[in-house]
């Protein structure tokens, strides 16, 4: 059974830095890659990286420069540094896997954690 637990969450002022964190368990896939997304009410889910299992990742515009996606040497935790955040940056998380080579991890994704929230306030 795939499980994404997602941690590291909380409130921070803006200019702030968390780190979340993804533990992921229950596959073997041989290509995937590890997403994150994000949730804030009323508005639209964003997808804010992922790091495929070669180790390529990707950065959506709106936190490119800011956020930093790694992953553990075992590859089975997933982390997202997030610095200089902004209060429009304020949404729960999520991690999700995207199994095989999709074109669009960030849009297309199989499995997924619950979410930790991060709040940043002004």
């Known amino acids: 059974e795939v499980q994404l637990v997602e941690s590291g969450g909380g409130l921070v002022q803006a200019g702030g830095s968390l780190r979340l964190s993804c533990a992921a368990s229950g596959f073997t896939f041989d290509h995937y890659a590890i997403v994150w997304f994000r949730q804030a009410p009323v508005k639209e889910r964003e997808g804010v990286s992922y790091i495929r299992s070669d180790g390529r990742t990707y950065y959506a515009d709106l936190v490119k420069g800011r956020f930093t996606i790694s992953s553990s040497n075992a590859k089975n935790t997933v982390y997202l540094e997030m610095n200089s955040l902004k209060p429009q940056d304020t949404a729960r998380y999520y991690c999700?896997?995207?199994?095989?080579?999709?074109?669009?991890?960030?849009?297309?994704?199989?499995?997924w954690g619950q979410g930790t929230q991060v709040t940043v306030s002004s």
């Open positions: 999700a896997i995207s199994v095989g080579r999709s074109l669009d991890p960030l849009h297309e994704f199989d499995f």
